[in-house]
């Protein structure tokens, strides 16, 4: 059992990461990571979202019909989406103002969802907190590495802060849509690289 | 049929416990949640359409009834005299609702400035009508009794290039500003009497 609940965590870190491994939930992926900073706060909604839904879907999955269990998921994540939503305006509202619409996007992220179908309504809700957790951490990860590579090669900063002199010119095609498309290609390159030895 | 039945009870009671959830949290971030906005928001837009008040208009607010709406007004002292009001009012933009703060000036009844807070308008075009600095100078000095319009609906404003539509909406939140104020104009005056010096 104690085996099994470190090997559930663990599979979201490295075998079973979802956006370079699984190549899952791509739009937040691509859309907030400009700055490392947006990147783990979206990847932190993401986890608390993640781990909420898993254990109640968890714990409700001899009550939920199979019929509409996918209804019962999306109003179960749905809920817990709008309450991280309204925590984050009445705590991190800077954070929500450059999350913006990415926030109640997480609703129809199919990490999300794919955990409750495939894993959280098939196990117990201590598995459950642990597969939640572990994706959910392996996400934030993710996307916190994409957005700290645009951010120091798009804009020369990290956290925010300064990294180069005056010399450097930040090459700006890294913080726009298509630089994250291939900031994604070349780590995915790199895992695969390493992963395969 | 037992089953239908087990369906409808089960989505039904999701649903009316995650209405329940929802509803608590709104309640209890509520008023944190207009702090931060007032704070990260329109107290930017406040300050700057007031520009050279001697008072924290933020701090000096107060709140009237307008039909069944609640609207809160922000106070803004000149020379030792509560000279302005500025308030919120919104125009039907390209991306959905434009949020203007409009001040006005108590004395002669005229528009102070504006300032628009809230928008989802495209950015480089209707997303100007927040930081161009000349379009929004236009408004000064215009009558709160008459309506305010961009010049190829017969006006006066210039409209933005490329943002009629967002031009227009700020236009018509203006006027509506115009209207709210010549229907509260009394109470509004009395509100600044009972003010404490």
Known sequence: MAKSIVQEFTKGLWNEIPPFRLVLGLCPVLGVTTTMENGLGMGMATTFVLCCSNILVSALRSVIPAKVRIACFIIIIATFVTVVELLMQAFAYKLFLKLGVF???IVVNCIVLGRAEAFASKNNMILSLADGLGI???FTLSLGIVGAVREILGTGTFFGNTLFGASFHPFAFMVQAPGAFVCLGLLLCFMNMVGNK | MREMIKMV?????????????????????????????????????????????????????????????????????????????AFETFGKGYGGDVGLMVAVNVTDDKLVGVGVTTHSETPGLGAKSKTD???????????TQTAINVTNDGGAINA??????????????????????????????????????
């Open chain 2, 160 to 197: 933005l290039s490329g943002a009629t539509i967002t031009s227009r909406a700020v236009c018509a939140a203006a006027t509506d500003a115009g209207q709210i104020y010549q229907r509260l104009k009394t109470q509004i005056s009395e509100k600044l009497k009972r003010l404490p010096q």
């Open chain 2, 9 to 85: 009870v089960v989505l039904t009671l999701l649903s009316a416990v995650s209405g329940g959830l929802l509803a608590a949290v709104r309640n209890g971030t509520k008023d944190r949640i207009e702090n931060q906005q007032l704070q990260l928001v329109k107290g930017p837009a406040i300050r700057a359409i007031l520009e050279g008040c001697t008072n924290d208009p933020v701090a000096d607010r107060f709140k009237l009834k307008d039909d069944t709406l609640e609207r809160s007004f922000f106070i803004g002292v000149f020379n030792g005299k509560p000279q302005a009001v």
């Open chain 1, 136 to 138: 959910g951490i392996g």
């Open chain 1, 103 to 105: 926030i109640p996007l």
């Open chain 2, 133 to 143: 600095p000349v379009f929004a100078k236009q408004f000064k000095g215009a009558s």
